[in-house]
């Protein structure tokens, strides 16, 4: 059956914050929606509460399937979608009541393809209000933008279902961290019809589940820096003023976030890192790019010092 929004929540190991999330969705005063719970193979009982609520609302569709990830989850979401709009809501995150209508009312008022609203980050007992209005709602300058005051995630960002066929999104399973960014990216080099809701409709609780599907730990990270070379530099090489901006302003803090990691898990040299030579070059003369390849060299000295030091029982970090 055909609705209006398909509201999609990807789930792994949530049970204890997923009962809060799903009520909020419940209590919306917009009520022509597609709840689809997609389970990601959860170990614990977040299954069984996905079960529970769909066997007392008709709204709520639970799909279970094999632990793939969260871009595995939310591209089977995506899949049954029916609604002409939707929206992806993170298991351990809460939203407004007035999220959908107010969303949906612009959408429909200004025939937009994508509607964006402020949202409010919750972290350690502190919460701050992420102002999220474009300076332009050219959907190349809010792609821009999201290279340093918009968060580009889809949890605040209600999207016309039929543009992910359009745009021909991808979605790629290696991607661990980031893969919202890909996803933005991928909508916003089409000529989208950008909206703005100046409300803070949804909460992000950062660091709540240390078990999410956006946390990458140990070996997944292998994946995180795979796919970050590959599939950004095959989405933004053709466009050199975005690419500029991704090498200016994320390879950087890539390689050094790489390297941190490698003296972490006690590792001499990096899997990651070998996947991002090919952009972070000598031959460049560009300056942040060097500032990245200066970062690895501080990082490689850190793993060597971490070393020394705990041959003698000292660990420093």
Not at 141 to 147: A, D, L, P, Q, R
Not at 295 to 315: D, E, G, P, Q, T
Request: overall charge neutral; some cysteine; charged content about 25%.
């Amino acid at each position: 059956m055909e609705c209006a929004i398909s509201i999609i929540v990807p789930i792994y190991k949530a049970e204890k914050y997923l009962r809060k999330c799903i009520d909020g969705i419940l209590q919306q005063s917009f009520t022509d929606f597609q709840l689809i719970l997609v389970d990601d193979g959860s170990p614990d009982k977040s299954g069984e509460i996905c079960d529970e609520y769909a066997s007392k609302d008709s709204r709520i569709e639970v799909i279970h399937k094999r632990n793939g990830g969260l871009t595995s989850a939310r591209k089977c979401g995506v899949e049954h979608a029916k609604g002409m709009y939707s929206i992806q809501i993170d298991p351990d995150d809460w939203v407004e009541t007035s999220l959908l209508e107010d969303l949906y009312q612009k959408a429909i008022k200004e025939d937009a393809d994508m509607v964006i609203c402020d949202f409010w980050e919750h972290c350690d007992g502190n919460t701050v209000y992420s102002k999220q209005e474009p300076k332009s709602l050219e959907h190349t300058e809010v792609m821009k933008e999201m290279f340093s005051t918009l968060k580009g995630t889809m949890w605040n960002k209600l999207i016309r279902t039929s543009c992910y066929k359009q745009c021909n999104i991808q979605f790629y399973e290696d991607l661990v961290l980031i893969e919202d960014l890909f996803l933005m990216f991928q909508f916003l080099l089409h000529p989208l019809k950008v909206a703005y809701v100046p409300k803070a409709l949804y909460h992000y609780e950062r660091n709540t589940n240390p078990n999410s599907l956006t946390m990458a730990h140990g070996e997944r990270f292998k994946g995180y820096a795979d796919g970050i070379c590959k599939h950004f530099r095959e989405l933004l090489k053709p466009y050199p003023e975005f690419w500029n901006l991704w090498v200016e302003k994320e390879m950087p803090w890539i390689a050094y976030l790489t390297l941190y990691y490698d003296a972490f898990n006690k590792k001499r040299y990096s899997y990651e890192f070998s996947c991002l030579k090919n952009v972070l070059t000598k031959k460049t003369n560009d300056r942040l790019i060097r500032l990245a390849l200066y970062n690895y060299s501080i990082a490689s000295w850190l793993i060597n010092v971490k070393r020394k030091c705990s041959k003698m029982r000292v660990w420093i970090f």
